[in-house]
């Protein structure tokens, strides 16, 4: 026995050493650097050990307005995201012809590059002198005035980022949530068709408890994700996202260490501890309500 379990942890080392470099030992030193005030990151010196890096960043409005725009984000794109994904795959299970094409044209947003659909979504969206882009052309088909959704208004910003958003990340969970539809046993469906259960209540007594593994997986891997939010701003707004007012935890914490705003590492470590615990909360959190509703 003790010969096996030696030959599982010659087996494990790699990931071991690997997971240890590159994770465990990055996170103990951002920890680290947290605490260390004044850290100047040429000399390798710091002034004084404590609590006021935490205590500025926390009073920073920049980064307050970064937790703003990052859990607006969360809470609008990651339930739209996965709901829509859910009503679309069951809409492909149910259909035969062309399900594959209709596959394939859902699944494209996943792998184009994220800064060229940020540039479509600005010829969309953008105002500028010689056009007011598609979005206001249809806008005004319906009597509504021009909007700049890219340059304007704080809400109208939001709104194309949490499409944005929405549109990039939908292709992924649609294509898990197909393959949890198609796994399920059909012998569960052919029973509950004999007893004349109608359809709504297959689906919420079968269809999505068979699937909770999947749909969990997709909001716990959805909130991280939009947690980490940073490409798709930069992607609509540019690389000044303080000045756009759309700037999230992770561009905060970028501009920290290279921005206009650069050169304050233990700033930018207090911010990526401070996302580090939101993200383990909110987890911890879906985890605790997950032993109810999800069904392995």
């Known amino acids: 026995m003790e010969k096996h379990n030696t030959k599982a942890w010659l087996y494990l080392l790699p990931a071991i050493l690997f997971l240890g470099a590159f ?7 951002v920890f680290i650097y947290s605490f260390e005030e004044g850290y100047n990151s040429a000399s390798q010196t710091y002034f ?12 920073d409005p920049y980064f307050l307005q970064a937790v703003k725009n990052t859990f607006i984000l969360v809470i609008i794109t990651v339930p739209l995201s996965t709901g829509l994904a859910l009503l679309i795959s069951v809409g492909l299970s149910s259909i035969q012809k062309l399900r594959s094409l209709f596959q394939t044209v859902y699944f494209l947003p996943y792998v184009t590059n994220t800064l060229a659909v940020g540039l479509v979504f600005m010829v969309l969206f953008k105002k500028t002198a010689y056009t007011d882009g598609l979005a206001n052309l249809v806008l005004q088909l319906f009597g509504a005035g021009p909007i700049d959704f890219i340059d304007g208004p704080y809400w109208a910003k939001m709104f194309v980022l ?7 990340v939908m292709p992924f969970k649609i294509l898990i949530l197909t393959s949890a539809l198609a796994s399920v046993n059909q012998d569960y469906y052919n029973a509950a068709r004999v007893d004349g259960t109608s359809k709504f209540r297959i689906f919420r007594k079968i269809t999505l408890p068979m699937i909770s593994p999947m749909l969990f997986y997709l909001v716990i891997t959805g909130f991280i994700g939009a947690f980490k939010a940073y490409s798709d701003a930069v992607a609509l707004f540019g690389t000044n996202l303080n000045a756009a007012e759309m700037n999230t935890i ?10 206009d705003s650069g050169g304050y590492p233990s700033y930018a470590s207090s911010a990526a501890i401070l996302l580090f615990a939101i993200v383990m909360t909110i987890t911890c ?10 069904h392995y």
Do not use: A, Q
């Open 23 to 29: 994770l465990v030992y990055p996170l103990i030193d």
């Open 48 to 59: 004084g050990v404590g609590g006021f890096n935490y205590s500025y960043v926390l009073h």
């Open 162 to 168: 949490c499409f944005y958003t929405i549109w990039v």
């Open 250 to 259: 992770v561009g905060y914490v970028y501009d920290m260490l290279y921005g």
């Open 285 to 294: 959190i879906n985890l605790l309500v997950s032993r109810k509703h999800v």
